[in-house]
């Protein structure tokens, strides 16, 4: 697994988070040892789990993000440029999303096409918002689409990673980076639909896991991950989701 949600990108990144508590600068010569670890190019496809695989948690999306926090901490211009290839790259392999904008299939095998956070549309989209300053037309164009395909209105789950609180999240994040009015109003608009996921009794409101089989507090499906979205939307709160930003101001 080479994506955001295992080793080794998620391994890096966890030395540069712990570069920004402790400013030890071992901590960046092991995410750049453990980075060069990683094919670049067109090689990081055989290092992918699964053939086509896509998604910040599995696929490419996740490495540019370390890319990104390489380039913008340390300076390193290869990061960019590798980057921006991974995520070219990822761009390719979107097909149109129903109702409007891209999304990504989950893997070669696995052809389901989603707009999620961990897997599609939102994830791109949180990456590709970082690389603006630097992106070529193509690229903006593909955030765009990406933004768009985001707004559903609504999904079958509630959750963070698959479901409606990712894309508020994205949305947020998108709106945070590129002051962009139009997402944060769909954001908030996205929140309003929480509703029809949640399930209100006495003891508070409740919202479904995968598959609907039973009631979630987990970060990854449940209301952990909805209170994030909802953190993030209300109190604009940076880097509450696998980010580094602050290490870069």
């Not at 080479?2 to 901590?27: C, F, I, N, Q, V």
């Not at 791109?124 to 768009?148: G, H, K, M, T």
């Not at 309003?192 to 508070?204: E, K, N, P, R």
């Amino acid at each position: 697994m080479r994506g955001r949600g295992g080793t080794p990108a998620g391994w890096a990144a966890s030395h540069l988070a712990l570069y920004g508590h402790d400013k030890d600068e071992r901590h960046l010569d092991a995410a750049q040892r453990i980075r060069a670890s990683i094919p670049a190019g067109a090689d990081i496809r055989d290092s992918l789990e699964t053939e086509g695989v896509t998604g910040l948690l599995h696929g490419r999306v996740g490495v540019a993000l370390l890319d990104h926090y390489l380039y913008t901490i340390l300076g390193d211009a290869e990061a960019k440029r590798n980057g921006l290839s991974l995520l070219r790259d990822e761009a390719a392999r979107a097909d149109p999303f129903p109702g409007g904008g891209i999304g990504f299939r989950v893997s070669a095998e696995d052809q389901r096409l989603y707009p999620y956070l961990y897997r599609g549309s939102a994830g791109f989209a949180l990456v590709a918002a970082r690389y603006l300053p630097v992106a070529d037309e193509d690229l903006a164009s593909s955030l765009d689409e990406a933004i768009r395909a985001g707004t559903a209105a609504t999904t079958y789950y509630a959750g963070l990673y698959e479901g409606q609180s990712g894309l508020i999240f994205a949305l947020c994040e998108h709106a945070s980076l590129t002051g962009s009015s139009t997402s944060r109003a769909a954001a908030v608009k996205s929140a309003q639909a929480l509703f029809c996921h949640a399930v209100s009794d006495a003891t508070g409101a409740h919202f479904h896991g995968e598959y609907l089989m039973r009631f979630s507090t987990e970060l990854w499906s449940g209301s952990a991950g909805v209170l994030l979205a909802l953190t993030r939307l209300l109190d604009d709160t940076r880097d509450a989701f696998f980010t580094l930003d602050r290490l870069t101001t």
